[in-house]
């Protein structure tokens, strides 16, 4: 129980040091952009689409998904809490990337759901810890 609780408090001051840290106006050193490496895709299904007409879809777009996770297409998957759709981890490079695997999908080809897509790299401010601290002047 111990080391959850100092795992816990370990990620949350790393976390706060890199808020600061990405906030600091001290800071003139951009961070150097960071590759994408992942796509997090949200898929929604559209409120008015025919209940009906989505189940029938619905063991094909398992199936397919299904394989897109075998591949190492699909890092992770989860359902939304809300009900109207999944979200995904993609092993992608690009949002390009993302849309073209999901617009395999039966939901995709159908026009029954939506699709966002946000990139997602290294936390780059994180870099600022590795660098050593400016030496203060001395007098």
Do not use: H
Request: proline share 8%; with cysteine; charged share 20%.
């Amino acid at each position: 129980m111990m080391n959850v609780t100092r795992a816990s408090g370990l990620a949350i001051g790393i976390g706060i040091i890199v808020m600061m840290l990405a906030a600091s106006p001290a800071q003139a050193q951009t961070p150097a952009a960071a590759p994408t490496n992942a796509v997090l895709t949200t898929l929604t299904v559209k409120s008015d689409v025919d209940r009906a007409r989505l189940l029938k879809v619905m063991p094909d777009e398992v199936r397919e998904t299904v394989k897109l996770y075998l591949d190492g297409k699909i890092q992770q998957w989860y359902a939304r809490s809300d009900g109207k759709g999944v979200v995904f981890i993609l092993n992608c490079s690009t949002v390009a990337e993302a849309k073209a695997l999901t617009e395999t999908l039966p939901l995709s080809k159908n026009k029954l759901a939506d699709f966002e897509y946000v990139p997602l790299g290294p936390l780059t401010p994180l870099r600022f810890l590795l660098t050593e601290p400016a030496t203060p002047p001395k007098y």
